[in-house]
């Protein structure tokens, strides 16, 4: 990968957004990852610290998107120390290393993916398929070490302003995961998105086994920031699994559980102002955005805004409404 520029910052501004919406600072570097590609797992990038002792093996996955670089820099920072963990079996991954390997700061919405994201097409009708792309056959290089853990942490970050949260998914073994880490404190339970699994939809972390997952959005892509959040929720989580020394110690939680979640229906998707993820719209009916001639309303009193996309194109996740528990 070509080396970055240690001190300069970039902005960019998401493609087909008026000069009137925010722009993106890219404020971190790019980690060298290669020393860590050839990992010692027989799979690209992934890295397995085995204590020796019994306990859970626990997967901390990044780069499933190829520009989110807060989760590559902590696990980078993690395998240059040689952390072992003091029960149990820690893996360590990159996942997309090929959109990793374009990435720019000049240009960093490119590399999200090289031909499809990655993290819609965790189903056994895209894995064991006919259909090919780059992202389906890294999913599929990946799955064998998806399969044999215990728990699994999907380390992201996100485009548009939002506080920090974490995805538990529908299951009452992600909650359960994401209430012992607690950090950050925002937890919201959905059903994943209309245009393919995500990685912790998959049915090893959703079906009858014990096995559990949670997705990390430590913050906005390229901020210092969110690499202190990321660092902050690993360590909490390798605590409450009993993979580090110290006490789990979860703070203060808001649970959300996601009652709808608005897919654009056209590419004429537009908010009603630049709303910022985590916040609360009071009054049931408020009026948040127009879908080409139809209105998107809130459904209910006090609705939480999960992520909202404020540039989103037909069939793509809009934002999610949550209700607080």
């Not at 020393?35 to 027989?42: D, K």
């Not at 090893?204 to 906005?220: C, R, T």
Request: contains cysteine.
């Amino acid at each position: 990968m070509a080396s970055q520029p240690s001190a300069a910052e970039f902005t960019v501004q998401a493609p087909g957004l008026g000069s009137s919406l925010p722009v993106f600072p890219v404020g971190i570097t790019a980690p060298d990852i290669s020393p860590f590609i050839q990992g010692n797992t027989g799979v690209e990038g992934f890295t397995t610290r085995d204590s020796g002792r019994a306990g859970p093996h626990v997967l901390l996955m990044s780069l499933i998107h190829g520009n989110e670089l807060a989760g590559a820099i902590v696990l980078a920072e993690m395998l240059r120390g040689e952390f072992m963990p003091l029960r149990g079996r820690l893996t360590m991954g990159f996942a997309n290393i090929m959109a990793f390997d374009r990435f720019d700061p000049e240009n960093p919405l490119a590399s999200r993916f090289v031909e499809e994201d990655l993290n819609r097409v965790w189903d056994d009708a895209q894995l064991f398929g006919v259909r090919q792309s780059h992202e389906l056959a890294r999913a599929r290089e990946i799955r064998p070490l998806v399969e044999c853990a215990d728990y699994l942490l999907d380390l992201h970050s996100m485009l548009w302003p939002s506080a920090p949260l974490l995805l538990c998914g529908a299951t009452p073994r992600g909650l359960e995961l994401a209430r012992g880490i607690a950090t950050p404190g925002d937890i919201i339970a959905d059903d994943g998105h209309a245009g393919g699994k995500r990685l912790i939809d998959y049915a090893h972390f959703g079906g009858k086994g014990e096995a559990s997952a949670i997705l990390i959005e430590a913050g906005q892509h390229w901020q210092a920031d969110t690499i202190h959040q990321t660092r902050a929720s690993v360590w909490a989580a390798l605590r409450h699994l009993g993979m580090v020394e110290g006490a789990a110690t979860p703070g203060p939680v808001r649970y959300g559980r996601v009652l709808e979640t608005i897919t654009a229906r056209t590419n004429r998707f537009l908010f009603t102002r630049d709303f910022h993820g985590g916040e609360i719209i009071a009054r049931a009916g408020t009026l948040i955005a127009h879908d080409g001639e139809s209105q998107v309303r809130t459904g209910f009193d006090d609705c939480m805004l999960v992520m909202p996309s404020l540039q989103v194109s037909r069939g793509h996740t809009a934002v999610r409404l949550a209700a607080l528990q």
